[in-house]
């Protein structure tokens, strides 16, 4: 739907920016992931039509190039701002008109909109007495007006508290039938649960993409966990010697070893459990997590690994 090509953006000396190439398919879910400062606000605003590319193109499917595109672009952005006097019906209507619908349609629409949202029952309540989660999703509702074909939305869940996030999760689950979504998150469990496809930016670069379960494929790692009553440096060494076994992390009593063949590692393990008389506590085989995959595309050594929830990718 959306082809960006060599897509730049400098402020004076500093590249924000620099010459990314992305190709968003009608339907998906996209999350943008990155660092602070990676360039992803930055690439929102070019793509929102609300700063120029210093260089580059977006070129949008069956639409001319010399045209307006944000016609076709719904935006929400970090801290959006409301007219807290405003209830959220007036103010739906106010935007509804300022993207080139009639009165008629702006109130249909909005109608239609607060429905979606959970909002009907607050439709005559003033914006100020808006929940942080209530105005996201009236933020949302105000970018689905005109019916975009791109509906894009920078950290849409980073400042509500659970449930607010929940009930904003559930809604672009709900919004997924209706338009292509493209989002930045930190909190990549969310990343994982709505989004079909991943683009990791970092220092202005695009560093990875791909379908979610490709690059759980191409990043997954064998890793066992061992946790063990006693203290195991006596026989780390031992199983650094095993092999098949490429790297032992400790954590306190716990033992992540990475392997490249785990039914041999795991019954090499036990026999050395058995061996050397030691407790074993817990035994499992870790799956790596996206957290893992995104802390090594953008090239960040951790100390411990973070192997802390389990993830299953359903095989295809």
């Given at each position: ?6 897509l ?10 620099s ?20 360039g992803k ?28 595109h ?17 209830t ?62 791109l ?20 809604l ?73 076994v ?17 039914a ?48 299953t990718y359903?095989?295809?």
């Open positions: 739907m959306i082809n960006i090509q060599s730049e953006k400098k402020f004076q000396e500093t590249i924000a920016v010459k990314i190439d992305l190709q968003l398919e009608e339907g998906q879910t996209i999350a943008l992931l990155g660092p602070n400062g990676a606000t930055t690439t929102f605003r070019m793509l929102a039509g609300l700063i120029k590319p210093t260089s580059g193109s977006i070129i949008f499917d069956q639409v001319d190039e010399s045209m307006d944000r016609h076709y672009i719904g935006y929400l952005p970090q801290y959006p701002q409301f007219h807290g006097w405003m959220g019906y007036e103010f739906l209507i106010l935007i509804g008109e300022l993207s080139g619908l009639t009165k008629k349609e702006s109130r249909e629409r909005a109608s239609v909109l607060l429905k979606r949202t959970g909002l009907e029952n607050a439709k005559n309540k003033r914006i100020s007495g808006y929940s942080g989660g209530m105005k996201q999703r009236l933020g949302i509702a105000q970018a689905m007006i005109h019916k975009p074909k509906l894009i939305l920078d950290e849409p869940v980073s400042s509500l508290d659970p449930v607010g996030r929940r009930d904003v999760l559930d672009l689950k709900a919004l997924q039938e209706e338009t292509t979504i493209l989002f930045s998150t930190h909190i990549l469990s969310d990343a994982e649960e709505i989004s079909d496809y991943l683009v990791v930016m970092n220092e202005g670069h695009v560093v990875e993409q791909g379908k979610v379960q490709d690059l759980a494929i191409k990043y997954q790692k064998q890793v066992i966990k061992l946790s063990l009553s006693e203290a195991p440096e006596d026989w780390i060494e031992t199983l650094h010697n095993l092999p098949y490429k790297s032992i992390k400790q954590q306190s009593l716990n033992l992540y070893l990475e392997t490249t063949n785990i041999a590692t795991r019954e090499a393990i036990l026999a050395l459990i058995i061996e050397n008389d030691l407790t074993l506590t817990h035994f499992s085989i870790e799956k790596t997590t996206l957290e893992e995959m995104f802390l090594e595309v953008i090239g960040f050594e951790a100390t411990l690994p973070l192997i802390k929830k389990r993830i359903a095989s295809t």
